[in-house]
């Protein structure tokens, strides 16, 4: 400032360690309260690291000094106050290096109203975490997701005619070795069930591999009112004795069949005068064989018992 004696307009500034905050970049540093000098009494400080996900924070000390069992540092691995605990110092005795297996980090400063000492200095530095494992090839199905790295997820569907077991939606964890969340699902052919779908095909369990099963499997197959079911068996390489799909017209055993099916017989295909048909795959043998029915919804042909029907509704009038 102008006059006799020159002086400042503002006494000079200070660079004051702060009580906790936000800190984003990929490397930097943390002090506590008041450093180099002595921190205040009574202090609770959160710092929050956070880093672009697919990275960790590699944190090391370069200063530490604490009251001892009284005032201590928390380091957490993880975006909460529950998350994972790396650490947690106290004393003088300089704590070694750290590594978040998260992108986010939590640093956590504690004093009570005794004795105040200098605390501590940090610096971290951001480093690439590895994927989770590739999940592809994915056997009878299709994985979608956009990667592999932490705290991403991927979710998996399985072919027509397969099931998925196992859960269809995993995330890569944290952890110093990533991994999912969960085993990894199969999709695999159940031994029956209910069918829906206008067209579709119905495997063998365990198809391409052969069947293993021992227990008969029965499908119902529901299409549209108003249309009848298509089936073709044209790959049907079970045992020829003992082993055979039965074909009712409807969604039980006491309704009309349309059929005993074997690898000796000719006829590969039946068509149903109602929108719902049942399977049944019986094996009697220990050697095992696969199975590819194939069904679609169209018109309904015309049965002989149809036939009849409309025969004898034309004699009574």
């Given at each position: 400032m102008p006059g006799t004696v020159r002086r400042w307009n503002?006494?000079?500034?200070?660079?004051?360690?702060?009580?906790?905050?936000?800190?984003?970049?990929?490397?930097?540093?943390?002090?506590?309260?008041?450093?180099?000098?002595?921190?205040p009494s009574n202090m609770d400080c959160s710092w929050k690291i956070s880093l672009p996900v697919g990275f960790g924070a590699h944190i090391q000390f370069l200063n530490f000094s604490t009251e001892p069992n009284h005032d201590f540092l928390e380091i957490r691995s993880g975006p909460s106050e529950t998350s994972r605990m790396m650490g947690r110092f106290s004393g003088s005795e300089l704590p070694g290096s750290l590594l978040s297996t998260s992108h986010d980090s939590i640093v956590y400063f504690h004093s009570d109203h005794s004795q105040n000492r200098p605390g501590f200095k940090l610096e971290y530095q951001a480093y690439e975490l590895q994927e989770c494992p590739d999940p592809?090839?994915?056997?009878?199905?299709?994985?979608?997701?956009?990667?592999?790295?932490?705290?991403?997820?991927?979710?998996?569907?399985?072919?027509?005619?397969?099931q998925l077991t196992g859960q269809p939606v995993l995330t890569c964890q944290h952890g110093t070795n990533r991994n999912w969340d969960h085993p990894l699902p199969r999709c695999e052919v159940p031994c029956g069930g209910n069918i829906t779908s206008f067209n579709g095909t119905v495997y063998s369990p365990g198809y391409p591999s052969p069947y293993s099963s021992s227990q008969d499997c029965v499908w119902q197959i529901t299409v549209p009112?108003?249309?009848?079911?298509?089936?073709n068996l044209s790959l049907l390489q079970i045992e020829?004795?003992?082993?055979?799909?039965?074909?009712?017209?409807?969604?039980?055993?006491?309704?009309?069949?349309?059929?005993?099916?074997?690898?000796?017989?000719?006829?590969?295909?039946?068509?149903?005068?109602?929108?719902?048909?049942?399977?049944?795959?019986?094996?009697?043998?220990?050697?095992?064989?696969?199975?590819?029915?194939?069904?679609?919804?169209?018109i309904i042909?015309?049965?002989?018992?149809?036939?009849?029907?409309?025969?004898?509704?034309s004699c009574l009038h």
């Open positions: 503002y006494p000079p500034p200070l660079c004051i360690a702060q009580c906790g905050g936000a800190v984003e970049e990929m490397e930097g540093v943390i002090l506590s309260p008041g450093f180099p000098g002595n921190y592809v090839p994915f056997a009878n199905g299709i994985v979608r997701g956009a990667g592999y790295n932490v705290g991403q997820s991927v979710t998996f569907e399985c072919l027509p005619g397969y009112i108003g249309h009848g079911v298509h089936l020829p004795f003992g082993d055979y799909i039965t074909v009712w017209d409807g969604p039980q055993q006491t309704s009309l069949q349309l059929g005993v099916f074997t690898r000796s017989l000719s006829k590969k295909i039946a068509h149903s005068s109602s929108n719902q048909v049942l399977l049944k795959f019986h094996r009697d043998t220990a050697t095992g064989g696969i199975f590819a029915i194939a069904f679609s919804g169209g042909k015309d049965t002989p018992l149809s036939m009849w029907r409309v025969s004898l509704l």
